[in-house]
């Protein structure tokens, strides 16, 4: 069973940059692309991006430029690094391999003055 722990949420000024993390285990992490979703306030989920198992990355227009997705296949953790962060980026931050319906607890972001 996969456990996924999101942290490196946080309050921060529009303009300004977090970097969250997912520690993922119960799993062969090389052997999943992962992707990373969000959920603002009274909005379903919404997909943010995705890093394949060769390291490659899709994303959403409405992060692509300020937000890079990486992974660290040693330590089993996938990173999403945001930058330029706005207000519309306020969400609580999930990650999930490909193709299982799993969500560990998220992380919250909010991005306010």
């Known amino acids: 069973q996969v456990d996924l722990v999101e942290s490196g949420g946080g309050l921060v000024q529009p303009g300004g940059s977090l970097r969250l993390s997912c520690v993922v285990s119960?799993?062969?992490?090389?052997?999943?692309?992962m992707q990373w979703f969000r959920q603002a306030p009274g909005k379903q989920r919404e997909w943010v991006g995705r890093?394949?198992?060769?390291?490659?990355?899709t994303y959403a227009d409405s992060v692509k430029g300020r937000f890079t997705i990486s992974r660290d296949n040693v330590e089993n953790i996938v990173y999403l690094q945001m930058n330029t962060l706005k207000p519309d980026d306020t969400a609580v931050y999930y990650c999930?391999?490909?193709?299982?319906?799993?969500w560990g607890q998220g992380t919250q972001v909010i991005v306010s003055s």
């Open positions: 999930q391999p490909l193709g299982m319906n799993s």
């Open positions: 119960g799993i062969i992490f090389t052997n999943y692309h």
């Open positions: 890093i394949r198992i060769g390291g490659s990355t």
